[in-house]
């Protein structure tokens, strides 16, 4: 079961402090028009994986460039993962599907699905297993893309 994270009064935003990828992000930049955090929960109401999404125009190659973007009324055509972690083994992969789908039914216009990730092994192994490919390799950091 996928929570949408859509205010700053949501009792789940606290999961935000769990983050390792992306700490410092605030959470007014991770919830607006064209953020937005995903929530996947278990049959128990519990929390499993998380992830944080931007809907843009273009693709950002640096987390400057992805905080520093303007949101035009353009249609938003990319859905940019820029930071994800689980509480279970699996989840991670589980709520990327899940996150596509909820993201084709709420946002037609999205055709693009990529990351913004830390150049580490750890962020490459987990994209490349679950199907995506590079797509620029940026001074600080890699954008994989999901086919």
């Known amino acids: 079961m996928l929570h949408i994270i859509k205010t700053l009064t949501d009792p789940l935003l606290k999961l935000l402090s769990d983050d390792p990828v992306r700490p410092e ?17 278990d049959e128990m109401d519990m929390p499993t994986a998380v992830v944080c999404v931007q809907y843009r125009d273009s ?8 905080i520093e973007y303007t949101h035009s009324n353009n249609s938003d055509r990319v859905a940019v993962f820029y930071t994800i972690w689980s509480y279970r083994a699996g989840a991670g992969r589980s709520l990327i599907n899940s996150a596509r789908a909820h993201i ?6 999205v055709t693009q699905y990529v990351t913004l990730s830390p150049k580490t092994e750890m962020a490459r192994t987990f994209h490349l297993r679950n199907g995506a490919s590079v797509l620029n390799d940026n001074p ?4 994989y893309w999901y086919k």
């Open 25 to 41: 992000i605030p959470p007014e930049f991770r919830v607006s028009t064209n953020s937005e955090i995903i929530v996947s929960k």
């Open 59 to 66: 693709i950002p190659r640096s987390k400057q460039e992805l």
């Open 104 to 109: 084709e039914s709420t946002r037609p216009t």
């Open 140 to 143: 600080d950091s890699v954008n």
